[in-house]
């Protein structure tokens, strides 16, 4: 959602089935209705699928999630992306954060929890793009619902339906 509260990409998952993030973009021809929705990445258990245009990329899991230990939640989620280039997911002050991996690794993204307001101003949770991520915004969205879906939503009080972002 950007900052207008205009929603920019929609998360589907229907029961038992592949989750599928689409992105809404304007389109100056199409007036009358405004924006239209595009497909860019499909989750399900077994894969992660970027589908950046013309060919799919499928994301390949490289350490972190395959453990089943209750500690394994807090360990970093590390994939290779477009190009190879290592990506990791990693809990900083009970947050995720995405970096570009290497020699020094650069925050792309970082997940905002909701604040409830008691001590502090209320706030809706939210996904903050860092500028060095501004390029890869699907990537970062897609990577970002395939580690909540296996981190957080996996869970049985959990269920799927219709969320913006």
């Known amino acids: 959602m950007t900052p ?10 229907v029961l038992g089935q592949t989750t599928t993030i689409s992105r ?12 239209v929705s595009c497909v860019v990445g499909e989750v399900d258990s077994g894969r992660l ?10 994301i ?7 453990s089943e230990e209750p500690e394994s939640l807090d360990r970093p989620w590390t994939f290779n992306g477009p190009g190879d280039k290592p990506y990791t997911w990693q809990i900083m002050l009970r947050s995720p ?4 991996s290497g020699n020094a690794p650069i925050p792309l993204a970082r997940y905002r ?3 409830l307001g008691i001590i502090s101003r209320s706030r809706r949770a939210f996904l903050e793009i860092f500028p060095a991520g501004i390029n890869v915004i699907d990537l970062i969205v ?4 395939s580690y909540a879906k296996h981190r957080w939503v996996d869970e049985p009080h959990h269920e799927p339906n219709v969320s913006a972002i």
């Open 4 to 13: 207008d509260g205009i929603v920019m990409y929609q998360v589907n998952t």
């Open 24 to 35: 809404f973009e304007n389109h100056p021809r199409l007036l009358s209705s405004g924006r």
């Open 49 to 58: 699928r970027l589908l950046d245009g013309e060919s799919p990329i499928e």
């Open 60 to 66: 390949v899991m490289v350490s972190g999630a395959d």
């Open 97 to 100: 954060v995405l970096f570009v």
């Open 113 to 115: 929890h909701a604040k």
């Open 142 to 145: 897609v990577t970002f619902v």
